[in-house]
Structure formats: structure tokens, C-alpha cells
């Protein structure tokens, strides 16, 4: 929205294209934020999901971390293979009651569990995929995907370990900060009832009740000589 008026000299459309840049680097700001709040809420559940299938002793289990440009809403894929279709089944089955239980968290579509070959499961950020190990050397998954960067689970953990202490270490810095900040606002607020009652006038002292009178000389009046 545009105005034709000017107020103190100046063009309103300027001042409200001002404003629609500062709320956009604000919003850009908030977007951040949150986006890394989720992606590390995202790796926990990663990280869940590829405990799971060293659990059922999955086979070669890599996650891959998806290029951001060409992965679309996901942000990572967890590959690993079974020696049968039940193993399969089972590491499938597994995934989704701990996700449950421990996460609270449902796949949003589930493919393959009937034949037991690729069983694929859906979480929208990330997406977890059961192959029998014949089918996964056909699909080649890691070789499509070739600008995700590849990681075993031992590597995931140290990186969300690591990502994590990092995190807790900014709030450690910034805590004493704060404290300090606060503390010296109490002490300013303390300091400012004194500093009045310093400067607070005492009330004058009433004189006596009333002013003395000035003293009549003694000398006596001498007589003219005659």
C-alpha cells in the first residue's frame, strides 16, 4: 500500500518500504530460527530410527543428508538392508512403534510392507528405507542421490553430540549475561531510593517564637552643660 502524503517531509511510500524491509528481515530471522530448531529435532528422530536398525541388526546402515537444493521436503534418508523380508518387516514395525512411543511422532505413508522387498516409511523431513539387500544394490539409492553426503550412524551421533554441546554452551555464555544485566537493574532500582532521600530537603527549623527584640542601650542620656 502506497500514500500520496507526505508527513514531515518525507514520502510515506519510502517510510512504509522501510518498514516491509526491516518486517522481512525480522520474519527472515524467525524463519532461521525455527528452521534449525526443527532440522535438530529432525536428527533426534534420525537418530532413533538408525538406533532401531543396529538394534535388528540392520546391514550397512547409512544416512544420508540430502542436498537442500534438489531434496525437496526432506532433509535426510535412512538406508540400511535385511537378509530376509521378515527382518524387514520386523526393522519396519520397530521404527514406528519407538518413533511412537518414545516421539509421539506417526508416518505420514508407509509403502512396501506386504512383500517385504523396499519397505519405504515417510516422516516428511526424513524418510526411512528397509531394502532386502539384493533390491538395494539394484536401486543404488546412495548413487541417485550423489550431492547427499553420506554418514554411519556412529558419525550421526558424534555430529548431533557435538551440535548439541555447542548449543549448551551458547546458553551457558549468554545466561551470566543476562544475570548480570539483571542484577545490575536491582542494584540501579535499590540505589535510586537512596539517592532521593539524599536530595530530599530537611524542613527549616522554625525560629523561636518570635524575633528577639534589639537590645535598648544602656548609656544614659547625658544633660546639657549649663
Not at 33 to 53: D, N, S, W
Request: glycine share 4%.
Amino acid at each position: 500500500m502506497t500514500w500520496p502524503v507526505n508527513i514531515a517531509g518525507q514520502d510515506c511510500r519510502f517510510v512504509a518500504a522501510l518498514g516491509a524491509t526491516r518486517y522481512d528481515w525480522l520474519g527472515e530471522l524467525i524463519y532461521r530460527m525455527t528452521q534449525t530448531q526443527a532440522h535438530q529435532e529432525t536428527r533426534i528422530l534420525v537418530q532413533a530410527a538408525a538406533a532401531v536398525c543396529e538394534d535388528k541388526k540392520g546391514q550397512d546402515t547409512r544416512i544420508l543428508e540430502l542436498d537442500p537444493i534438489d531434496s525437496g521436503l526432506s532433509d535426510f534418508f535412512l538406508v540400511t538392508s535385511a537378509s530376509n523380508d521378515r527382518q524387514a518387516v520386523a526393522i519396519a514395525d520397530e521404527i514406528e512403534a519407538r518413533l511412537k512411543r518414545d516421539f509421539g511422532v506417526y508416518a505420514h505413508s508407509v509403502e512396501g510392507r506386504r512383500k517385504g522387498d523396499w519397505i519405504l516409511l515417510d516422516y516428511v523431513d526424513f524418510v526411512v528405507h528397509v531394502f532386502l539387500a539384493e533390491r538395494r544394490a539394484f536401486y543404488d539409492i546412495e548413487r541417485l542421490r550423489k550431492s547427499a553426503r553420506p554418514l554411519t550412524p556412529s558419525e550421526f551421533d558424534a555430529e548431533l553430540k557435538a551440535a548439541l554441546a555447542e548449543k549448551t554452551r551458547a546458553v551457558r555464555t549468554k545466561s551470566p549475561v543476562k544475570a548480570r544485566a539483571a542484577s545490575a537493574k536491582s542494584a540501579a532500582k535499590t540505589e535510586e531510593p537512596a539517592k532521593r532521600a539524599k536530595t530530599v530537603k530537611k524542613p527549616a527549623r522554625k525560629a523561636a517564637a518570635a524575633k528577639k527584640p534589639a537590645p535598648r542601650s544602656s548609656a544614659k542620656k547625658t544633660k546639657p552643660s549649663r
